[in-house]
Structures are given as structure tokens and as C-alpha cells.
């Protein structure tokens, strides 16, 4: 099985701009989280999505958003782009069935605000 | 809300020395526990996990965890380290019993493993 993939792994933006990031999850998976890791702040999550509904959020501003289409591929969005948004923004998906739940990460987009 | 506290920063060993990475969670109820490990220039990869039964997991690459609940600690040993296991070491907590939930992650463990 293929695993999580995101697009593109590398990126350099300038602030003000904004940026889309996409995340196709492995086959078979409903469920998308994002994470965003820094060395100051860690891994830190952002939001979760099943089956195109937003589920979960984390403590960030309103800039960052996303979705996810019916084939449970996801976007996340980054308005108005701030330095410290430099981040690694990762991707991970999840079957979600039952209470056994595991989630597979991808190898991130490394996102550079200039 | 939960939080995960990783007590070492960083670690440095020699091969073949034993290792013991600290995690301590806080959350009251039942929770599901992760280690994971980002070797250099890879992503996160899941080591080992519990979510009930048996406190003491075993994973991938000899790497083994201890759920003792009245201590909220999910400590990850390994007997004897190999040059091969130098990495950050996550380990993560989710509310336990759901199909859903965010993963809280502690700060990370370095570890440096010298031949």
C-alpha cells in the first residue's frame, strides 16, 4: 500500500502570500490531521478531518484552514503568511474504525516564509 | 486538555548501552499512548502503541513500552542501542475509547548514539 503523500515537499513563500498544501491519505483511509512542527513548539495539531467534515481543531488563528474532498484527499490553507509560520506542516491519515487508532504520517512539507 | 512531558532533551549513548526514554501524560481518563521516531531526513514513524491489555508493548526494532497507569507514564526502553537507532523519539497521547481525536505530543528526545 502506498503511504500518506504531500505536495509540494518544499516551498518558499513571502509573507502576506498565501499557500495551499495538499495530503493524500493511504488508500482506504477516511481521516486527515494536520500537524505543524517547529523546534520552538513541537508538533502541534491543527485540525482533523472525516468524511469532508472538520472534526477536531487546534489552538491556531483563523489563517489556517482546510478541507478535504470526497476521495478523502485534503488541503490545508495559510492566508496571509506570517515568519513564523515556517514551519514543517505534516500530514497524517487514519482508517478510524473502532476505537484502534493509529495514524500514518507523511513526509511533510517544509515551508519557508520569507 | 492533555499534555505529554518528555523529561530528557536530549541523550547521547554509547552502542550496545541501555536506554530509557521518559514520558509522563496528563489526562485523567483513558488515553491510547505512542512512541514514534523520525530518523535524519525521514518522517514520523510509528514505533509502538498501546491502547489496552498487556502494559508492557513491544514494537518494531527491538524498542519496548511500559503503561503504568498510576505513575501516567509510557516510558520506551531498548536493551542495547545500535548506531542505526540515532533519532528524535515522540511520544504522543490520544483520548482513548473514540475512532477520532487528536495526537498531543511531548517535545521530543534526541538521541545520539556513537559507534
Known amino acids: 500500500k502506498a503511504g500518506v503523500t504531500q505536495t509540494p515537499r518544499y516551498l518558499i513563500k513571502t509573507r502576506g502570500q498565501q499557500v495551499t498544501l495538499s495530503c493524500s491519505p493511504i488508500s482506504g483511509h477516511r481521516s486527515v490531521s494536520w500537524y505543524q512542527q517547529t523546534p520552538g513548539q513541537g508538533l502541534q495539531f491543527l485540525f482533523e478531518?472525516?468524511?469532508?467534515?472538520?472534526?477536531n481543531k487546534g489552538n491556531f488563528p483563523g489563517r489556517f484552514s482546510g478541507r478535504q474532498f470526497s476521495n478523502s484527499r485534503s488541503e490545508m490553507n495559510v492566508s496571509t503568511l506570517e515568519l513564523g509560520d515556517s514551519a514543517l506542516y505534516l500530514c497524517?491519515?487514519?482508517?478510524?474504525?473502532?476505537?484502534?487508532?493509529?495514524?500514518?504520517f507523511g513526509p511533510g512539507t517544509r515551508l519557508t516564509v520569507t | 486538555a492533555q499534555s505529554v512531558s518528555q523529561h530528557n532533551h536530549h541523550v547521547i549513548l554509547s552502542e550496545a548501552a541501555s536506554l530509557e526514554l521518559g514520558c509522563n501524560y496528563s489526562?485523567?481518563?483513558?488515553?491510547?499512548l505512542f512512541w514514534y521516531v523520525q530518523y535524519p531526513g525521514q518522517h514520523l514513524q510509528l514505533l509502538l502503541k498501546y491502547f489496552s491489555g498487556d502494559p508492557l508493548v513491544k514494537g518494531i526494532k527491538g524498542f519496548e513500552a511500559e503503561f503504568i497507569k498510576s505513575k501516567f507514564s509510557f516510558n520506551l526502553r531498548k536493551p542495547s542501542v545500535q548506531w542505526s537507532d540515532t533519532a528524535e523519539y515522540f511520544c504522543a497521547v490520544k483520548i482513548g475509547g473514540t475512532s477520532y481525536g487528536k495526537l498531543t505530543f511531548g517535545q521530543g528526545t534526541i538521541l545520539t548514539v556513537h559507534p
Open positions: 478531518y472525516f468524511s469532508e467534515t472538520q472534526r
Open positions: 489526562y485523567g481518563g483513558t488515553v491510547n
Open positions: 497524517a491519515s487514519s482508517s478510524a474504525k473502532g476505537a484502534y487508532y493509529e495514524q500514518y
